[in-house]
């Protein structure tokens, strides 16, 4: 015991209270890797959808970089940009006007559906599905507040009087 080399990274791992410990230790992958992920979307009611003739365009070229052209690769997201809520995702375009489409969600922009560059009727169509903007993944520490702070479908029907 006393030829232990003591390494400064292993030693910030170790427990001094077995007491500390879970009863149940988690998976490896609970462990290291995030579970936790955010589909950004329009909500039915919004305002671009009820246009006549609904959405005709999405543009992901706002702010100072294309959306569409960022790629993340590798477990740990690299070329992943960081996004604040209020972050611009995207235009959409319909009747000839134009709606920003904000992050909603702090984190890391994983992807952008392409698919709505060539088929931007998915929105009027299927918005909750293969009409999803873009897949945002959260810092697991801001995923309770965030959940928190969303709405469930009822509820979100209750608070816009939609039946």
């Known amino acids: 015991m006393d030829n232990i080399v003591e390494d400064e990274e292993l030693r910030s791992l170790l427990i001094p209270d077995v007491k ?10 609970e462990s290291n890797f995030a579970r936790y992920y955010a589909a950004v979307g329009l909500a039915p009611s919004h305002v671009a959808l009820r246009e006549e003739g609904g959405v005709t365009a999405v543009n992901f070229n706002v702010g100072k970089s294309d959306r569409s052209e960022m790629k993340v690769t590798g477990k740990r997201k690299r070329n992943a940009q960081h996004f604040d809520a209020k972050t611009s995702l995207c235009k959409v375009c319909a009747n000839g006007k134009e709606f920003i489409v904000r ?8 992807e952008v559906n392409d698919r709505l560059l060539k088929q931007p009727d998915l929105l009027n169509s299927s918005a909750d599905r293969e009409g999803y903007i873009a897949i945002i993944m959260p810092k697991p520490i801001d995923w309770p507040k965030i959940k928190d702070s969303l709405l469930s479908h009822e509820d979100y029907k209750k608070l816009r009087g939609l039946s």
């Open 103 to 110: 992050c909603c969600v702090k984190g890391s922009l994983l």
């Open 20 to 29: 500390d410990l879970p009863s149940i230790p988690p998976s490896a992958v």
